[in-house]
Structures are given as structure tokens and as C-alpha cells.
């Protein structure tokens, strides 16, 4: 329990998010509010359910 940041899974998907929210940032996503929203809290929701789902302690 805890060591979610050491999963390969979770790693990938935080540098994932972080990757959303620059391009997310310019061009014809920073227009968008919605789309630009959207694409940023479905990116962020990815390691923080893997976050969540390692505080339950199961194997899944």
C-alpha cells in the first residue's frame, strides 16, 4: 500500500496528463473551454484512480 508511484502504469499516465495540460494549453485546444476541460480531467482522473484503487489494497 503507498507505492503507487512506483508503478510503471501510473508513472506513464502522470507524464501523460502533464503532456495534456501543455498542449492543451495553446492552439485551437486553449479556445475550447470545454474540450480543453474535458481532455484535461479525463487525463488527470487516470493516475488518480490508480492512486485511489492502491489505497483499497487489493491486487487488481
Do not use: C, H
Not at 8 to 29: E, P
Not at 44 to 49: A, D, K, L
Amino acid at each position: 500500500m503507498g507505492k503507487f508511484q512506483e508503478l510503471k502504469v501510473w508513472q506513464k499516465a502522470k507524464d501523460l496528463a502533464v503532456y495534456l495540460y501543455k498542449l492543451t494549453m495553446k492552439g485551437a485546444f486553449f479556445k475550447d473551454y470545454g474540450l480543453r476541460d474535458q481532455i484535461r480531467r479525463a487525463a488527470v482522473s487516470i493516475p488518480s484512480n490508480i492512486s485511489e484503487g492502491d489505497e483499497l489494497d487489493t491486487n487488481k
